[in-house]
């Protein structure tokens, strides 16, 4: 018997994580509406807070662009061509309660990944913003073939 009420047991909670998963499920997707729905109608204000953020930085336009998937420090630095030492000024403007880029600890690694909102005002189509990615592009193809480019002078 004992047996047989402790498999019992062990079935109800897993009902009851089932439950709580999919509640937690719901409540995502209802959250994840809400977020579109707050997006969409306040698209216009979201874009200027980014570019306010990114600036005329081909650096921050480009660390933007490469957050779009969860990406560790050390990569984005290596992507970048910049100094792991100037990272933090770079982020600054996304970081906080800005909520444009989180910041993501695992274990003594970091990694970082913008938010959604990003996504749903269409930052990337800007041409603004496509233009300062083209640039920051052209340079690292540069450096790449030999020819260093220079830190990015326009960071406020």
Known sequence: MKKEEK???EDDVLKKLQEMDNKLERI?????????VACISNSEII?????KAVGRSEVRAAILHLTKDEISATDLVKTLGINLAHLAMYM??????KGIIAEIKKGRNKFFQRSELVDLVGFENEEGFAELLKSWEGKRTKEEGGVPPKEDANVT
């Open 92 to 97: 600054k403007p996304f970081m906080g309660n």
């Open 7 to 9: 498999k019992q047991e």
């Open 28 to 36: 995502k997707s209802d959250t994840n509406s809400l977020n579109r």
């Open 47 to 51: 874009v200027k807070e980014l570019w």
